[in-house]
């Protein structure tokens, strides 16, 4: 029996992993959520599990949240994850590949919503879990889950399923890029949508800039000189470095219909510390 359960886990462990993952922002504080939702298992009565699923989803989504709260006194979240990539302007397979990851855009703006916020909206916005299943979670109605979601669903307004990123949509970053270069305010408000949402990751906690002229207003964040064009969980972005060859920040657009919709920012060093990201160019660190 115990290696029946085994094997019926395995089947889920992929999901279980997604879920957790998407919660908590963190690769390996997901695979601890889930090796502790296996050990509490292992200590059930599987009979009395009528579906194992939900079950296991529950458990997971109760560990996530516990991870949640405690970060609150402790915010340490790292992002380590996130699949950070020299942009080539092709290989469109790859290109796929990375949207499937969890995408930073999507992750910072998580850490701007409150624990209750992250679940509902995680479970149901992208694993559509029942607001009935996720009340029992948050220990709350499911009217009162389906507002906790749709509050966040306004304030996240970034896609579930990140855009493969495209010759169309390269172009509008680079042109966004070489404007904030060139200090061209109105070049910025063309390739910004009028609503765009510039989310930043900070040692300070999140700063979050509303509207094209707000955010053109604070563009220099994209015009650092060593700044190298990548893609970040399959969106177009840029990694910027120090002199001393040191992260000084990775940035993500969300283009859409031919405009960026939102820009995601991590300035953080504990952050960039925890991302696997591409070697500087040669150029940091040495005399111009």
Known sequence: MPE???????????????????????????????????????????????NLEGWLTTVVGRLSLDVLRSRRARPETPYDGIVVAVDDGNAPAENVELADSVGLALLVVLESLGPNERLAFVLHDLFAVPFEEIGRILG?????????????RRKVRTPARTPVAGPEQREVVQAFLTAARD?????????????????????????????ATNVAAGARFGAAKDGRRVLVGGLPGVVAWR????????????????????????????KLASMDLPEPPETVGTSR
């Open 4 to 50: 029946t359960l085994a094997e019926t886990f395995e089947t889920q462990r992929e999901r279980l992993r997604a879920v957790a993952h998407r919660v908590l922002g963190s690769a390996a504080d997901a695979e601890d959520v889930v090796q502790e939702a296996w050990l509490r298992l292992s200590r059930q009565d599987a009979a009395e599990i009528h």
């Open 140 to 152: 709350k109605s499911p009217g009162a889950t389906k507002m906790l979601a749709s509050r966040a």
């Open 183 to 211: 200090g061209d305010f109105e070049g910025l408000l063309r390739v910004l949508d009028p609503d765009v949402r510039l989310t930043i990751d900070n040692p300070d906690g999140m700063v979050v800039v509303l509207g």
């Open 243 to 270: 002199e001393d060859g040191t992260p000084l920040s990775v940035v993500a657009f969300t283009v859409l219909a031919g405009r960026i919709a939102s820009i995601a920012a991590v300035t953080d060093p504990v």
